[in-house]
């Protein structure tokens, strides 16, 4: 897909594949009766890194990168990562505030241009659960990510046996590559 079609998308879906040494998503656009549409990007994260990295790609068979993000240190309970294009050019950075994520899980998003954006689970309720009782941990979440108050986009966990989520965009400034790096990163790096 070209970055104009990507950057006018409001919706897109992302669902995990199970495989046994990677995490595997699929960002998919969403057809018009509401269902996963084409494939926009795959992305793919190994496990067991000891700094995280992940590549996204136009297409499943991983021969063109679309962006990708790399934590800037080893080892960092609040990481920041940052993003960037196929050439290696930055797009945005997000990171993880460690101290406000021990009960509800936060994150800051910034792209220049923009003031920083900051998501966090919704319900407190289940942010507990999920923490303190290890067989909920399965639970569906969503992020919402503001900007003075206003909505920039949310995340929605949705119910299944594989991880499934729905993103919308609210802000049409925000860059639609550093919108599913995040979403991305809420599963692939929300455990750590």
């Known amino acids: 897909m070209q970055l104009d079609n990507l950057q006018t998308l ?17 960002v998919r656009a ?5 269902t996963e549409g084409e494939l ?13 990295q992940v590549t996204i790609y136009t297409d499943d068979s991983k021969q063109q990168p679309l962006l990708g993000f790399k934590a800037r240190q080893r080892i960092d309970l609040g990481a920041t990562y940052d993003v960037t294009d196929a050439a290696g050019i930055p797009i945005g950075l997000f990171r993880k505030d460690f101290a406000q994520s021990l009960l509800r899980s936060t994150w800051h998003v910034e792209q220049a241009g923009l003031p920083q954006v900051t998501g ?11 923490r303190f009782v290890d067989s909920l941990s399965w639970l569906p979440y969503h992020f919402d990510f ?3 108050g206003q909505p920039v986009f949310s995340v929605v966990k949705k119910w299944g046996l594989r991880d499934k989520y729905i993103v919308e965009v609210q802000n049409p400034q925000i860059d639609r590559r550093l919108v599913i790096a995040m979403a ?3 599963d692939a790096l929300q455990a750590r």
């Open 30 to 34: 969403v057809a018009p009766d509401g």
């Open 184 to 186: 991305v990163a809420l």
């Open 40 to 52: 926009l990007a795959f992305a793919q994260q190994k496990r067991l890194a000891f700094k995280e």
């Open 10 to 26: 409001q919706q897109f879906h992302i669902r995990q594949r199970l495989r046994m040494m990677v995490n595997q998503y699929e």
């Open 120 to 130: 966090q689970e919704r319900s407190m309720p289940v942010a507990l659960l999920r």
């Open 146 to 148: 503001t900007a003075g």
